[in-house]
């Protein structure tokens, strides 16, 4: 089994350990022989050994541990599994209109997979339609009220902004299928999704 540098340290800084302790118990033992005499050369490996294993233990301690890579994550419009990007595929136009893929910009489209995910994972669609997710109790009113009481309250609002890039209510609700904004990428996704391939995609 391959040792890990970490474990390897630990190993090699038990080596030195022991091999330091024997040298300084040989170098500490009375011996015999008269002041000045040369001393073995066992001692003088062990000694040796000791500061060899020391210095590489020093170095690996010294070494940075290297970075791992950071797993790859699925994004959302992808992670229902096979059966519905081949619905998917079959029915929608995921790789131009409907969807985040063909969005360039890196922001835009984590804005729109974000706007995706919240739609899928709230069980707010009804039919196709994510309007509830933005709406959520004033289904009269949120295409209208863009502040106060009034104004949408669905478990998307806040990402539904986001993708519309605006707060105004009446601009968001005919922006809804502008596939210029991450908005219209992500409600045409929902939207074929939940008409065509809502069992295999899990959208209503």
């Known amino acids: 089994m391959a040792l890990s540098r970490r474990n390897k340290a630990t190993l090699l800084g038990v080596l030195a350990f022991g091999a330091a302790l ?3 118990l040989i170098l500490r033992t009375p011996d015999r022989e008269p002041a000045g005499a040369a001393r073995p050369a066992a001692d003088s ?12 233990l020093s170095s690996l301690l010294r070494s940075p541990e290297p970075k791992k890579a950071a797993p790859e994550v699925t994004p959302p419009t992808h992670s ?9 595929n079959e029915n929608c136009a995921p790789g131009t209109d409907d969807g985040c893929d063909a969005i360039t910009d890196a922001n835009d489209r984590k804005t729109c997979e974000e706007l995706y995910g919240c739609f899928a994972a709230n069980n707010c669609v009804v039919q196709g339609d994510p309007i509830p997710c933005w709406c959520g109790t004033h289904m009269t009113t949120c295409v209208t009220e863009s502040s106060g009481p009034k104004q949408a309250n669905g478990p998307c609002a806040k990402q539904m902004l986001a993708a519309a890039k605006t707060s105004d209510a009446d601009t968001i609700f005919h922006q809804l299928l502008n596939i210029d904004l991450p908005l219209g ?7 074929c999704r939940g008409s065509f391939c809502s069992s295999d995609c899990k959208i209503p």
Not at 45 to 56: E, I, N, P
Not at 185 to 191: D, I, Q
């Open 80 to 88: 229902a599994g096979p059966s519905c990007e081949k619905c998917t």
């Open 22 to 24: 024997a040298s300084y």
């Open 45 to 56: 490996a062990a000694v040796d050994q000791g500061r060899s294993l020391g210095r590489t």
């Open 185 to 191: 990428r992500a409600v045409r996704l929902t939207t």
